[in-house]
Every structure is written in structure tokens, then in C-alpha cells.
């Protein structure tokens, strides 16, 4: 007969991205018997980078554990964003239930959709949680059906099926069973209380051999590589010999010096652990994701942890721009491939492959947010870098050439679906779905080359005034469409000098195009400081000064006034790169260029490659 753990549940906290689940894990926090009464908890706790504290998304999965009750939660914060969907997937094998957070208003999402398909896949219990639930525009009944489709859409069982649903307002602190907003209290104890009446307790079976497997990666200069996981079967203590079974099939003994457990927003140093604890492990350099711990004479590893493929890349390379080390800290080629190595112990949807040169590296990951995340902690870091424009990864499958597909969703106003449906048609799109959701909405679903949505967010909004919103997921490898798709449709405005901008030849440029720098910018030839309104480069004068003469008013200048530059913030220059330029980030600077900075050099390398075509 099985025995279980009564004084522990396993669970993960899954949702699309802002619908609340970080926030619903601080009041899980707050209201439990976990933290000191004199421990002040910050908004968003669990959000720890400074990344996700500006973004307010999940990146990196994080786990706590809370009390109640004399139950001990472990609970697992998971991201919300697709690009980071490697890490749900492994968090899967990690507990026995999962909580579904969806917004009273938004319902279903994308993410929603990639998250609980995960879970459903490894036969977990579910609990849905409706947020936000005092919000004027809430509709509840409608959000419960279209969770409900969806978990049958997705081939849930017919156990799964029969979900507990627990309304609440995170943000408030309040939560109930019933779908009225008149009936929250402020008190966390329904969803408490659900978790430990439906998500099961894990097997007691700490009587048998260990087997410990890593799900997630950590690292410590003091301890090096930590591995995160869960002991599915056996015990563990400090100072164990133990084997690890490695992903090629080898096997590596090692002792055991430190086991870390976790409680409230602490990882505390513990001596032992048993069956069903999630716990993390330090002792061995080259421990991996997917690697099985066990005992030296009962080698038993359990099956290899999938890990989601890459599906875009870009070249990062060593910053040889007129401007470069004068703003990095780090700015070698040697630093900056430590650094991208260093990335590696901990991201393993990530990879890193040198190239010919020794100053430039292909960088592959999940999507253009999981590689920009990672310049932007570079650059705050101190390090200097270009990057190439985002290319998709393509595969030969059967004999095929394919290419990845996204896909998305949008909710937009009905007056801009016309627009919306010919763009993503231009970009190879397949309409898969229309429906109005009320009040002049439309929601659309499309399956789109992931190509095609390279730049597409900008003009996206653009298109929409700012009242569309786009979510995307991965969707399948799928052949590949062989046809130019996407793009920039204008040419860019590149200097021609050297120097510092000036009003006066800003002001002559505007005409042509938008520009992207203020006056009093240092640029140098071959910086992009524009867009063209036509489809070709142009290059421009745009730190000409005013001649000086003796037939001028003392106060024209000052009169002068132009038009506020549109400055691109990093995904949006990501977005307008084309294959001939460069990205150069700095600690205090993004600059597009050119990657020929001289014109006539560039106009021979044009007509070259025309030639060759």
C-alpha cells in the first residue's frame, strides 16, 4: 500500500504574462504562517532581478515554500512568457498540481494556452484561480467556459476536467468561491485550503534508493554550479557519496557538501531531505539539467528532462564601432565570451557556438525577448557588444526544410482588423480564427512564419494607435515558405560625418524622414540616425552648423524648434535592423550602424552582391 506525505503539497503557479500569479504568490506569502511579522514584504518579492521588477514579468522561475495549516507548500513561480517556456516544462516534473491564474477579464491568452498544456501533459491536477475579479469589466462566467474549452481543446481527462475554481483580487489580498465580487474576503485561506484538499501529496517512498533529479541551475562564486530539483524517491544527507548519471551516459561520483531547502523567500542551508522535498544541491562543477543523482550501488536514473530547442539567433560580436571601450567596463573579446559562457551554467535554452572570428559568436535562444533579456543584462553589467539582426533557426525535417511558426493573438478595436488581417497576410499569415468579444472587440488568431513577426511589433502598434495588443507562442516546425517575408519597408538615414548633431542640419533632415537622435549627439559616419520615408538608405550632413554672418538676428537660433526625435529603446532598434547592420550596446548607449561605415566602401559592397545574385 502507497504511503504519502501528508506534510507537504508540490505545486506550480502558471499563467499568461501580468495576469497576477507573481502577485498572488506575494499574498500566498504574506498570509501564511511563513514570514516574521516584522519581515516587510516588497511588491512583487519574487520578481528578484531588476529586469522583472521593470518589465513586471516573470523571467527566471523562482520557488518558495509557505506553511499552513502544519503543511508545508512548496510553491514554484513560473515565467509567463514563451521565450522562457523551457523552464515551465521542466518545473512540470517538479510538483504534483498546478494553480492556473487567469484574468476575470482577459480570459485565455496564448501563454495561458502554452503554460497549461504543459501541465496537462504531465497529468496534473489543476486548480483555476479567477484574478482580478473586482475589476468594472470582469466577466467571470465567460472566463470559466473558455478556460473549460480550452482545457478540452487541449485533451485534459475527465479528472482534470473537474477543476476547483477560487476567485480573487491579488492585488487586494482577498479571494472566494463564489464569482461575486461582493462575496471576497480578505483572506487567502480558500486557495489555501483547495491546494491541500485537491493537489495530492507526494509518494513517501524515502525507504527506497534515492534518485534526486536536476530541474533547474543556479550558480554561486562561493559554490559554484547548484542544482534545483526534487527527490523523487530515497533520502539524502551532507556528506554522501553519491552518483550523478550524466546526460551522454557516464557516470561521476561525488560527496555531497551543501543542501539547501527553501522557506518564505530564503534558501536555507538544511542537512538532510527526503522523498517529495524540493531541494537544491551543490557539491559537483558539471552538474546539469536532466542529470539523475543516486547511490553509488543503485545506479537508477530516471528519463532525460526534454529542453525546448532554440528557434532564433544572432551573432553578438566584439564592439569595433569609432565609439568603442570608451563607455564599457568590459569590452574583450575574452570578457564578453567568460560572460556568455557564464550565461550557460544557469539559461539551458540558450547556445553559444564560436565562429571563424575570434571576435564574434552565434547566439541562439527561444525568441527576441529571451536574447534581448540577455543584452540588457550585459549592457548593465558594464559590457561593450554589436549584434546582428535576429534570424530564425531553420531544421531539415523528413528530408524538409522547415522553418518555426508562431502562434497569435490578437485583441484589437474592429476598426483596425482590415489592417491587421492584410499585414500578417503579407507576412504569410493563416487566419485560424475571428470572434468578437464585446463592447467593438475582435480577437484574432493566426499561425505566422516566426520571421514574419520579426519587427512586426512596432508597426503593429503603430497600425493599432496603441489600443491592439499581440501575444505570441511557438507554435510547430512546419515546412518552410520559400519567400522573402517581413522586413523593413523604409531605408534608413546614415550619417555621413563625424561629430556632434546640431539643430540647424536636424532641422534640414526632418523632411526626410524621422530621425533618432537629439541635437548635441555624438555619431560618427556610418551611424544610423534615421528612418528614410523612401525604401533606400540616404546618407545625410547631420552635423552641418549654421554658417556665420553678419545679417542675422541675435535670437534665431533660439527660435528654432524641431520635432521630438523618436529614441528606439533596445527590442524596438532589434526590430528595425536589416542584414547590413549592426547593434552596438554599450552601459549608456544604443547606436544602430551600418556594418560598412564608409559610403563609398558600402556602395562597391552593394553592387557586388548584386552582382553575385
Given at each position: 500500500m502507497r504511503v504519502y506525505r501528508k506534510d507537504i503539497r508540490n505545486i506550480a503557479i502558471i499563467a499568461h504574462v501580468d495576469h497576477g500569479k507573481t502577485t498572488l504568490v506575494d499574498e500566498l506569502l504574506k498570509q501564511s504562517e511563513t514570514l516574521d511579522s516584522h519581515v516587510k514584504l516588497q511588491k512583487r518579492a519574487m520578481d528578484s532581478?531588476?529586469?522583472?521588477?521593470?518589465?513586471?514579468?516573470?523571467?527566471?522561475?523562482?520557488?518558495?515554500?509557505?506553511?499552513y495549516k502544519g503543511t508545508r507548500v512548496n510553491i514554484m513561480d513560473t515565467p509567463g512568457h514563451a521565450d522562457f517556456g523551457g523552464e515551465v516544462e521542466r518545473i512540470m516534473k517538479m510538483v504534483d498540481g498546478v494553480v492556473l491564474v487567469v484574468d476575470a477579464y482577459e480570459g485565455t491568452m496564448p501563454q495561458t494556452r502554452f503554460v497549461l498544456k504543459k501541465a496537462l501533459e504531465q497529468h496534473l491536477v489543476p486548480i483555476v484561480v479567477v484574478n482580478k475579479i473586482d475589476k468594472t469589466s470582469a466577466r467571470p462566467k465567460e472566463v470559466v467556459d473558455e478556460v473549460l474549452e480550452l482545457f478540452i481543446e487541449l485533451g485534459a481527462d475527465d479528472d482534470q476536467l473537474e477543476f476547483p475554481i477560487i476567485y480573487?483580487?491579488?492585488?487586494?489580498?482577498?479571494?472566494?468561491?463564489?464569482?461575486?465580487?461582493?462575496?471576497?474576503?480578505?483572506?487567502?485561506?480558500?486557495?489555501?485550503?483547495?491546494?491541500?484538499?485537491?493537489?495530492?501529496?507526494?509518494?513517501?517512498?524515502?525507504?527506497?534508493p534515492l534518485q534526486f533529479q536536476v530541474s533547474l541551475l543556479d550558480y554561486n562564486d562561493y559554490v559554484g554550479r547548484i542544482g534545483i530539483g526534487r527527490v523523487f524517491r530515497g533520502k539524502?544527507?551532507?556528506?554522501?557519496?553519491?552518483?550523478l548519471s550524466k546526460l551522454d551516459g557516464t557516470t561521476r561520483n561525488f560527496r555531497v557538501t551543501k543542501l539547501f531547502g527553501f522557506f518564505g523567500l530564503q534558501r536555507l542551508?538544511?542537512?538532510?531531505?527526503?522523498?517529495?522535498?524540493?531541494?537544491?544541491?551543490?557539491?559537483?562543477?558539471?552538474?546539469?539539467?536532466?542529470?539523475?543523482?543516486?547511490?553509488?550501488?543503485?545506479?537508477?536514473?530516471?528519463?532525460?528532462?526534454?529542453?525546448?530547442?532554440?528557434t532564433l539567433q544572432m551573432t553578438f560580436l566584439v564592439n569595433n564601432s569609432p565609439f568603442a571601450s570608451r563607455e564599457g567596463k568590459w569590452v574583450t573579446a575574452r570578457k564578453v565570451e567568460e560572460r556568455l559562457q557564464a550565461e550557460l551554467q544557469t539559461d539551458v535554452s540558450l547556445r553559444v557556438e564560436p565562429t571563424d572570428s575570434p571576435d564574434s559568436w552565434i547566439v541562439s535562444g527561444r525568441g527576441e525577448l529571451h536574447l534581448?533579456?540577455?543584452?540588457e543584462t550585459m549592457r548593465r553589467e558594464g559590457y561593450e557588444l554589436q549584434v546582428s539582426r535576429p534570424e530564425v533557426i531553420e531544421k531539415e525535417i523528413d528530408g524538409v526544410k522547415s522553418e518555426p511558426f508562431e502562434r497569435v493573438q490578437i485583441d484589437t478595436p474592429e476598426e483596425y482588423q482590415g489592417a491587421i488581417i492584410q499585414a500578417l497576410s503579407e507576412r504569410k499569415g493563416e487566419m485560424l480564427d475571428m470572434a468578437s468579444t464585446g463592447n467593438g472587440q475582435m480577437r484574432l488568431i493566426f499561425l505566422v512564419p516566426a520571421r514574419g513577426l520579426i519587427g512586426f511589433s512596432t508597426e503593429f502598434l503603430s497600425m493599432t494607435r496603441g489600443y491592439g495588443i499581440m501575444n505570441h507562442t511557438f507554435n510547430q516546425y512546419l515546412p518552410a515558405i520559400n519567400a522573402k517575408i517581413g522586413g523593413r519597408h523604409h531605408g534608413a538615414l546614415v550619417s555621413i560625418d563625424t561629430g556632434k548633431t546640431t539643430t540647424y542640419a536636424i532641422m534640414s533632415i526632418e523632411?526626410?524622414?524621422?530621425?533618432?537622435?537629439n541635437p548635441g549627439t555624438e555619431v560618427y559616419e556610418g551611424m544610423i540616425v534615421g528612418e528614410n520615408a523612401r525604401?533606400?538608405?540616404?546618407?545625410?550632413?547631420?552635423?552641418?552648423a549654421k554658417q556665420m554672418t553678419n545679417v542675422r538676428s541675435a535670437t534665431k537660433d533660439q527660435t528654432a524648434v524641431i520635432k521630438t526625435p523618436k529614441i528606439l529603446t533596445l527590442e524596438e532598434s532589434l526590430e528595425f535592423m536589416t542584414d547590413d547592420e549592426y547593434l552596438e550596446v554599450t552601459p549608456e548607449s544604443i547606436r544602430l550602424r551600418k556594418q560598412i561605415l564608409n559610403k563609398n566602401e558600402r556602395e562597391k559592397a552593394q553592387k557586388r552582391a548584386k552582382k553575385s545574385d
Open positions: 532581478n531588476a529586469l522583472e521588477k521593470e518589465r513586471g514579468i516573470t523571467i527566471l522561475a523562482k520557488n518558495t515554500a509557505v506553511s480573487t483580487s491579488a492585488i487586494s489580498g482577498t479571494s472566494s468561491l463564489s464569482d461575486d465580487p461582493a462575496n471576497q474576503e480578505h483572506t487567502m485561506n480558500p486557495v489555501f485550503d483547495t491546494i491541500l484538499e485537491h493537489i495530492p501529496a507526494p509518494v513517501d517512498n524515502s525507504d527506497e539524502i544527507k551532507v556528506g554522501d557519496n553519491v552518483t542551508e538544511i542537512e538532510k531531505a527526503q522523498a517529495g522535498d524540493l531541494i537544491a544541491i551543490s557539491g559537483m562543477e558539471d552538474i546539469f539539467v536532466g542529470e539523475t543523482v543516486t547511490p553509488m550501488n543503485a545506479v537508477d536514473p530516471l528519463p532525460i528532462l526534454h529542453i525546448d530547442e532554440p534581448a533579456i540577455l543584452i523632411e526626410r524622414g524621422v530621425v533618432f537622435v525604401d533606400n538608405d540616404l546618407t545625410v550632413n547631420i552635423t552641418k
